[in-house]
């Protein structure tokens, strides 16, 4: 498994951590689920060819760092997303 973290607002964590609640699922799988759908628009979202943009600092913690873990078969999908 390929680890990584995803920076998100503490408001999307909730709404993942409920969705994983009531579907029985873990919130990893609820995020692969999003990126899933979120593919088929990709062309939509995306900006051109730029380099990965890291996030500044948090000082008042309004993201939430969110460790994850994605197969290898699911890491094209993930890099397609940076």
Not at 6 to 27: E, P, Q, T, V, W
Not at 33 to 50: A, D, E, K, S
Request: glycine share 4%; charged share 25%.
């Amino acid at each position: 498994m390929l680890r990584t973290s995803i920076n998100m607002k503490n408001a999307n964590f909730i709404k993942i951590s409920l969705a994983a609640a009531r579907l029985g699922k873990s919130r990893r799988e609820v995020v692969i689920m999003i990126l899933m759908r979120i593919r088929h628009n990709i062309n939509h979202f995306q900006g051109g060819f730029t380099l990965v943009k890291y996030q500044p600092r948090d000082p008042r913690k309004l993201w939430h760092c969110f460790p994850i873990t994605f197969r290898k078969n699911e890491n094209e999908l993930v890099s397609d997303f940076r």
